[in-house]
């Protein structure tokens, strides 16, 4: 089967360079990154600082650095029909198309010659050519249920149909800190976090 390299979109801000953790280094800053770091972006839009390094960290991590690629990143639905929110985010991604990072003190260079900003969730259909002749020859429905968003989208031989779109901010992140802060008003001891919650339902649902 494919291979699917999978981290957590968390980044937090560090002083000390523990070797054991995957850190980035951008802009003479250094961050803890994917799964060693704690903090949550809970931007819908994504572009952020976090979803900006990790995208870097997931190139780094899949031979993608030092060489000049074109690159396709997804965004919410509601984002990705505004043209001018979608150019912003290309362009926030883009950066200068030289980017210059450490990765674990390891000099790298991001090149990107141009960004594609798709719909979240229609990379299914792009995952092999046996999915894209399979998916795209019938009707199919995609739902994809992220951390800070849920979202779906049809397709009718490869064509979306955007009468049918559904967009909503109601993410696995977003329902983690909703139970969180429910758990913590009704119980005035109680100091449950987000990362609690989840970690709970992942050992209890999983």
Not at 70 to 87: E, R, S
Request: aromatic share 10%; hydrophobic share 30%; charged share 25%.
């Amino acid at each position: 089967g494919e291979e699917v390299d999978m981290f957590r979109t968390k980044l937090e801000k560090t002083l000390s360079s523990n070797p054991k953790s995957n850190t980035i280094k951008f802009e003479g800053d250094t961050y803890l990154i994917g799964n060693d770091a704690s903090d949550i972006d809970y931007e819908p839009s994504k572009e952020t600082l976090t979803h900006k390094l990790c995208i870097y960290y997931a190139l780094i991590r899949n031979g993608y650095a030092n060489r000049k690629i074109n690159l396709a990143v997804g965004t919410p639905i509601k984002y990705f029909k505004d043209p001018q929110t979608k150019q912003s985010y290309a362009d926030f991604i883009k950066g200068n198309g030289n980017v210059e990072v450490e990765y674990n003190g390891v000099p790298y260079t991001i090149m990107i010659n141009e960004v594609l900003v798709v719909p979240e969730g229609c990379g299914i259909l792009y995952s092999s050519d046996k999915n894209y002749n399979d998916l795209t020859s019938r009707y199919i429905g995609i739902i994809d249920i992220g951390g800070l968003n849920a979202q779906g989208r049809v397709y009718q031989m490869g064509t979306p149909l955007p009468e049918f779109d559904m967009d909503s901010e109601l993410g696995t992140h977003t329902l983690s800190q909703d139970i969180a802060d429910k758990l913590n008003m009704e119980d005035k001891n109680a100091r449950y976090s987000s990362a609690q919650i989840e970690s709970l339902i992942e050992r209890h649902f999983n």
